[in-house]
T-cell receptor
Framework: GAGVSQSPSNKVTEKGKDVELRCDPI?????LYWYRQSLGQGLEFLIY????????KSGLPSDRFSAERTGGSVSTLTIQRTQQEDSAVYLC?????????????FGDGTRLSIL | GQQVMQIPQYQHVQEGEDFTTYCNSS?????IQWYKQRPGGHPVFLIQ?????EVKKQKRLTFQFGEAKKNSSLHITATQTTDVGTYFC??????????FGTGTRLTVIP
């Protein structure tokens, strides 16, 4: 497709389990971002990838959160030992080139619910 | 740390009334972007402002960037039910990431 694709669209899991969320950015976009949005709240930056550079992980809330981007394309966000406060919509966005002055294109998100 | 605040948090208007949301940053921004998120949807890019004092229009929407590049506003003239959603401003402070504002949720009453 032409847009940012995220999977799964919904994920329900038990507290303590690990989860993996996937993002497939727009072809040719070198910048990729992960955000978290709690119900009715704004977007919380998590991590940023730009080409082959080391990612900016400054927004990750704890060491239970990690992300990879293989081959400069698809990215996976992993949350280990999930907790109830991890429940949120996880949004991925991509943009052309380095972020400044580039609009971000968002996927539909993964709604994560921790029981 | 950098913060981007928006007011009001919620706004209910009658269809046909005007609407304005204000965005304020604690630090000077290199540019500012505006996004709209429909209920149940994802944020969609609307516009970007770069220059101090810049004003841009998109049909009934008018966007302004403050002279000091620390604040911005979005004004909608004669709202329609299709304008419903949450409007976010987002600013680049020079780092690698976009700081999103807290958002203004607009409800338009037909």
């Amino acid at each position: 497709g032409a847009g940012v694709s995220q999977s799964p669209s919904n994920k329900v899991t038990e507290k303590g389990k690990d989860v993996e969320l996937r993002c497939d950015p727009i072809s040719g976009h070198t910048a990729l971002y992960w955000y978290r949005q709690s119900l009715g709240q704004g977007l919380e930056f998590l991590i940023y990838f730009q080409g082959n550079s080391a990612p900016d992980k400054s927004g990750l809330p704890s060491d239970r959160f990690s992300a990879e981007r293989t081959g400069g394309s698809v990215s996976t966000l992993t949350i280990q030992r999930t907790q109830q406060e991890d429940s949120a919509v996880y949004l991925c966005a991509s943009s052309l080139g380095q972020g400044v002055n580039q609009p971000q294109h968002f996927g539909d998100g993964t709604r994560l619910s921790i029981l | 740390g950098q913060q981007v605040m928006q007011i009001p948090q919620y706004q209910h208007v009658q269809e046909g009334e005007d609407f304005t949301t204000y965005c304020n940053s604690s630090t000077t921004l290199s540019n500012i972007q505006w996004y709209k998120q429909r209920p149940g949807g994802h944020p969609v890019f609307l516009i970007q402002l770069v220059k101090s004092g810049e004003v841009k229009k998109q049909k009934r929407l008018t966007f302004q960037f403050g002279e000091a590049k620390k604040n911005s506003s979005l004004h909608i003239t004669a709202t329609q039910t299709t304008d419903v959603g949450t409007y976010f401003c987002a600013g680049w402070g020079g780092a690698n990431n976009l700081f999103f504002g807290t958002g203004t949720r607009l409800t338009v009453i037909p």
